[in-house]
């Protein structure tokens, strides 16, 4: 007051202002820093607990949901800004190389990760690629015609290009997808096939034969591709589905003469492996060098409980321009036990827990030699590379939107981003990869159990074989639904040519309301509205039976039908015969409201198998013959028939014996007459 | 007597059976079918591989103002002379006619045309090698006429300059020095353009326009002998592994291709049913060369090799690149600084680097030493020559196809196990048939428009195809692999016990009968034969009782 008094009031004014500016500047920032603070964890404890897992995280800043801030805008992008601005005084460019601003290409890609029952984590990666676009139907032979690929991978686009190809789709699905407890099949069931290998197409051509000529070439292209047996689908394992697998929108065809064809075939006991996954990686204009595809390693996604790749080509066409484009989507998803990978990637040796570590059941007995272990700990802190071995190495560069990464948990997970050692969180745990640097997630949770919740599966399908000593097998399908509305289902099913079908035997067998456990007394028509069949025909053709059923709302109903079991030739057996031939899943889909589609899994079918013991036999065979034969001449060249006596005095003038005998005179003959001499 | 009849009668059935049944009937089966070739002709045609070949090209001499009634028999001596006096390993020479009206008009009916030597009268004597048809324009004054020097400069142009690449090829017996480089000419190649970056950030390049511009009047133009299809790709992530080289300072731009990651560069290779080349446009990394890859050389560009157009825009501009040519692969184009982030290839940049891979392609495909570009040649001397090249490539084809002939035959007589199926004597006689129906299209000088020259080629790609597919018959070399050893392997355990029981019961036979007259004529009484003819030892101690018990048992 003092100093104020001893300045001029005008003065003093602008030094109350200037004062008063001053402060606002200095706290609009605190301010804002604060904001910041709430969600910026930066404390170095955090990445102690991370470090060391088994500690319990426990921050001192309390982490608030309610503010989200966007990677981009904090301190990461200007300290990023820094190392590129020091590169760049080192960094030489080519002047005569001019920049453009926006450049981009169509591709996307994004991670959706949903923690689910039992601590089980889905990781879903998804990426969508655009072709340039080209006016369909012109000749590549044309002199001034030349073909453009930026993003979308040069070989798929030959594969569709030269055959006509309209739709592709390539799934390569294993393991067990428990729908009991984790709910439906992530994307409803449309990104995932039945265990092993499935392919399907749309293929325009002017004659069935034409096309399953393209749809062989595409088959054994494919093969070569994606190292799978492809090769080995033929006419007896292709179907041409009626109503299942048809798209729901307007193919483009640039041939009006044409037709579309809609073909399938499907592998059951294929592997799948890195093999299949390294080829679809390549496809990816980032080649897992950049983006969410460089967590992608064939150790960690094959090495869990359910994993499915998927790639689905389609041709669209605008209708005003008259040119069309290719759009590529492939999805890579991955369900993966926690506490066992993190377990397995620590020791990769399995070692018993020791004593400490044992979580035994306190309210039963226990002691250094008893324990009742407790279920699974529902409180879990880990980071995404502790499951999949490596970080995530940025976005990718190429396209306008970055690579996103999105987990789907409830509210009582706690997800950051780790950048540079920093953590972030946002209000809808999704994360834009703006930056170049290598980011992780991070997940923490008091209660695994506490899941987001998925929508109820409509519908459950089990398939078994029914054997019997008859002679005659069964087959027996059980649909259940548990929901309240009726469900209407396209039922889609292939089966090898040496399973002889009696349709005629298609009963239902059983249909119990699953709520009073009343009986219906339904017959198959009541449930069948359409039934499309295509019997086999031996090595040339599969058996393919398509219906439209309807389960009535809590209820369950069993159909079965009779078959046969056909004998195969010789060198139709794999080398594994006893182990039974697999029969490909059926495929369900569930027209409405929502559209669900789900595979049963595969059957084992064990044929009569022969002892392929043919070289044993060749060989027992044709010595038989062979001594016959030897028996016969030698007998006729050189075995006389003689009398006991006369063979006796054959011996006696050329046996042995006699030999001797003569010997033994000769000798003693010239001794003899040595001695008399 | 009858005991040793019956068994001579067996011995001598089953070895009667034996060599007339058995032994033809295994003969049969067992020989391997072998068609018979004509050797001796394809030995013939590969010692002297155009014996038959005597190629003769029509010329045509037009003259506007002046008309030179015996012209053609004056330049058609001097030609003579002038091709008498090479030696020539394919015999070839021309033959000058009047120029015909009615057989040009007819001839562009069709689409194709002859050579013509259109004689104008000029102050100075001068020669032009015409850029768009197939057409030498002489200048002559007044003076060439009177010194009668006009049909011997008509000679030497002809020989020297229209028929450039006949006058320098056909001297040697190796047609192409098939250089190392040239991968085997096909009458489709495909070409794959790659823009490659060694990082991930986005970036561009105007290839359309400028493939458009400066690459499609080439293909065009070459069309009648090779036909392209083009391909561009843009692939991140892939420098061909020169990141590899950052540590390297030693590298040199001349080793440089053999550094380079072999496995990279195979990926690159697209399969396909007819031959691939590449051309690739790398930029380096950045991590690994932040400032610039050390071993590339920037250099000015030597304009004197690019087309006109091209020289204007880069007269005074530094490339910093430099091109390599992998062999029977493509060409590289490795640049020396990394492209920034959006960096767009413009088309002036694209432009030079259009021709370099064009004067690279003509070397790939095995073009002549004489049409490469290098040889201050544009790509318009190379439209002059294009039906030469024609005639080049078929006596080419001829020669690799009578080679193929003839290394089928020279296998054939080594391997003599190998079989040799009827396809494969059709194939060689056609190929035979066809390689004669082109000999005497070569040789005919009535007939030698464009269009004779493109059917020639297709009849001699043809021929090529015939050939190879007589030497890769697929029969014929799967059976190869079934040696001798096995079938012997097979027949042995059975002929072999055949073989000695046959033999030993008929020496044994042949010694029972031996001894048994011999017993007879030195025992005398003491052989006593039976009812049944047999012969019969008697030991001298038992003499009585066994003559007895014969009798007894009679």
Redesign the interface.
């Known amino acids: 007051m003092v100093i104020i008094s001893n300045i001029p009031h005008s003065s003093s004014i602008k030094v109350i202002l200037l004062c008063f500016i001053f402060i606002l500047g200095f706290l609009v920032p605190i301010s804002y820093a604060d904001e910041l603070v709430e969600t910026h964890i930066q404390n170095k404890e955090v990445e102690d607990v991370v470090k060391n897992n088994d500690v319990k995280y426990e921050s001192k800043t309390s982490f608030d949901p309610s503010s989200e801030i966007d990677v981009t805008d904090t301190s990461i992008l200007t300290s990023l800004d820094n190392i590129e601005s020091v590169k760049s005084t080192e960094q030489v460019w080519d002047t005569n190389i001019k920049t453009k601003d926006n450049l981009y290409y169509e591709f996307d890609e994004s991670l959706k990760i949903t923690p689910l029952k039992s601590n089980f984590l889905l990781s879903s990666f998804n990426f969508e690629i655009n072709s340039t676009k080209y006016e369909p139907g012109v000749s590549s032979n044309g002199f001034d015609e030349y073909s453009h690929y930026t993003v979308f991978p040069k070989s798929i686009n030959r594969i569709i290009r030269q055959n006509s190809v309209r739709e592709l789709h390539i799934r390569f699905t294993r393991g067990f997808w428990d729908a009991d407890s984790w709910g439906r099949i992530p994307y409803d069931g449309f990104k995932a096939g039945g265990s092993g290998v499935e392919l399907w197409s749309v293929i325009e051509a002017s004659s069935k034969k034409v096309a399953y000529k393209k749809w062989k070439y595409v088959a054994n292209t494919l093969s070569g591709m994606f190292c799978t047996s492809l090769n080995f689908v033929d006419a007896s394992k292709t179907t041409y589905p009626y109503k299942s697998f048809i798209p729901d929108y307007d193919v483009p065809l640039f041939d009006g003469k044409n037709q579309l064809f809609v073909m399938r075939a499907a592998l059951a006991n294929e592997n799948v492996c890195t093999e299949n996954l390294t080829p679809l990686l390549k496809l990816l204009p980032t080649k897992s060098r950049s983006g969410i595809s460089t967590l992608l390693d064939g150790h960690k996604v094959f090495d869990s409980y359910w994993h499915s790749l998927s790639i689905d080509v389609k041709t669209i066409c605008e209708e005003e321009s008259l040119v069309c484009y290719d759009n590529l989507k492939a999805n890579v998803g991955v369900v993966m036990h926690v506490p066992n990978t993190i377990q397995r990637n620590r020791n990769p040796i399995p070692k018993p827990v020791t004593g400490e570590g044992l979580r035994c059941d306190t309210s039963k007995y226990h002691d250094a030699y008893e324990c009742f272990p407790l279920p699974d700990n529902f409180e879990t802190i880990f980071l995404l590379s502790d499951l999949f071995g490596k970080k995530l190495q940025g976005s990718n560069l190429i396209s306008n939107n970055p690579s996103s990464v999105c987990v789907e948990a409830s509210k009582d997970w706690k997800i950051l981003i780790e950048s540079n050692g920093e953590f972030f969180g946002t209000q809808s745990n999704c994360f834009d990869l703006t930056n170049n640097d290598k980011n992780d997630i991070y997940f923490e949770t008091k209660n695994s159990s506490s899941i987001v919740r998925r929508d109820n599966v409509p519908l459950f399908v089990s398939r078994s074989i029914m054997s019997n000593s008859i002679g005659r097998d069964g087959l027996r399908t059980v649909f259940r639904n548990p929901t309240n509305s009726a469900k209407s289902v396209l039922y889609f099913e292939s089966l090898p040519w040496f399973m002889k079908i009696y349709l005629s035997t298609l009963i239902v067998e059983q249909a119990i309301d699953t709520t009073t456990g009343m009986k219906f007394d339904f017959d198959i028509k009541d449930v069948l509205s359409t039934l499309k069949y295509a019997a086999a025909s031996d090595r040339k053709r599969p058996n393919q039976i398509e219906y439209e059923i309807t389960i009535p709302p809590h209820s369950t109903i069993i159909l079965s039908y009779q078959f046969e079991k056909n004998l195969l030739k010789y060198s139709e057996y794999p080398p594994d015969a006893n182990h039974g031939f697999e029969i490909e899943s059926a495929v369900v889909t569930v027209k409405g409201p929502t559209k669900y589609q789900s595979r049963t899994s595969t059957l084992l079918l064990v044929l009569p198998t022969p002892d392929f013991s043919m070289p044993y036999n060749v060989i027992i065979l044709t010595s038989t013959i062979m001594g016959l034969i030897f028996g016969t001449v030698f007998n006729l060249l050189v075995k006389r028939v003689l009398t006991l006596e006369d063979a006796e005095r054959i011996r006696a003038v050329s046996g042995p014996k006699y030999k001797l005998k003569k010997l033994k005179e000769r000798l003693l003959s010239r001794f003899g007459t040595n001695k008399n001499a | 007597m009858s ?1 040793y009849y019956s ?1 001579k009668v ?2 001598l059935t ?1 070895i009667v059976l034996y060599l007339l049944v058995g032994v033809p009937a295994w003969y049969k089966l067992t020989s391997i079918f072998r068609v018979k070739l004509p050797v001796h002709y394809i030995q013939s045609l590969n010692d002297n591989k155009f014996q038959d070949v005597h190629m003769v090209l029509p010329i045509f001499i037009k003259s506007t103002i002046y008309k030179f009634p015996d012209i053609d028999k004056a330049v058609q001596t001097q030609i003579n002379y002038l091709l008498d006096e090479q030696k020539q390993v394919i015999p070839w020479s021309l033959q000058v006619s009047q120029y015909d009206d009615e057989l040009m008009e007819s001839a562009k009916k069709h689409n194709s045309s002859y050579h013509v030597v259109e004689l104008i009268l000029d102050d100075a004597v001068g020669l032009v090698l015409s850029e768009d048809e197939d057409k030498t324009i002489i200048f002559f004054d007044d003076e060439s006429v009177i010194t009668n020097d006009l049909p011997y400069f008509i000679a030497q142009t002809v020989v020297e300059h229209a028929f450039k690449l006949e006058n320098e090829s056909l001297d040697k017996l190796v047609l192409f020095s098939r250089a190392i480089y040239s991968i085997p000419y096909s009458p489709k190649v495909h070409l794959n353009m790659f823009l490659l970056n060694g ?6 390049w105007e ?2 326009s400028v ?2 511009t400066h690459f ?1 009047p080439m ?2 133009f070459v ?1 009648p002998i090779v ?1 392209f ?10 420098d061909l592994g020169l990141s590899s080289l950052a540590n390297t300072s030693n590298s040199t731009s001349e080793n440089i291709i053999s550094k380079l990651d072999s496995l990279s560069i195979t990926k690159l290779n ?1 399969v396909r049913d007819y031959p691939t080349l590449n051309f690739a446009i790398v930029f380096p990394s ?1 991590e690994s060369f ?3 890859v050390s071993f590339i050389n920037t250099q000015t560009l030597d304009t004197s090799e690019k087309v006109s157009d091209v020289k204007k825009l880069h007269s005074h ?1 530094r490339t ?1 690149w430099e091109s390599f040519l992998i062999p029977k692969w493509g060409s590289v184009i490795v ?12 088309e ?2 694209m432009v030079s680097v259009i021709n370099a891979f064009s004067n690279n392609l003509l070397k790939l495909l095995g073009f002549p030493t004489a049409l490469k570009a290098t040889d201050n040649a544009t790509i318009s001397t190379f439209y002059n020559s294009l039906n030469s090249y024609k005639r080049i490539v078929t006596l080419s084809n001829m020669d690799k196809a009578v080679t193929t002939l003839h290394t089928l035959s020279t296998m054939l007589e080594r391997f003599q196990n190998m079989p040799v199926p009827q396809e494969v004597q059709d194939d060689v006689i056609r190929s035979l048939e066809l390689r004669l129906e082109i000999v005497d299209i070569l040789n005919n000088p009535e007939i030698g428009d464009s269009l004779t020259w493109n059917k020639v080629l297709v009849m001699s790609n043809e021929l090529v195809d015939l050939t190879e597919k007589a030497f890769f018959n697929q029969e014929m070399i799967q059976q190869n692999h079934v040696p001798r050893e096995h079938k012997l392997a097979v027949y042995l ?2 002929l072999g ?2 073989t000695v ?2 033999i ?2 008929l020496m ?1 036979n042949i010694n029972e009968e031996t001894s048994g007259e011999a017993n007879k004529q030195d025992v005398g009484d003491e052989v006593s034969i039976t009812d049944n003819s047999e012969i ?4 001298e101690d ?1 003499e009585d009782s ?1 003559s007895t ?1 014969i009798n007894e ?1 009679h």
């Not at chain 2, 990082?199 to 561009?204: A, L, T």
């Not at chain 2, 640049?335 to 413009?346: A, Q, R, T």
């Open positions: 005991t068994r067996s011995i089953i990082d991930g950030d986005p970036i561009s290839i359309d493939l458009k499609t293909r065009d069309s036909n299809t083009v391909d561009t790709s843009i692939l991140y992530y892939n697209d950045k932040p400032g610039g501009n910093s640049n020396k600084y990394p492209i920034e982030k959006n960096g767009v290839l413009n002036e940049f355990p059975l016990p055949l029981m046959i030993f019961s044994n019969e030892l008697i030991p038992k066994s018990s048992d």
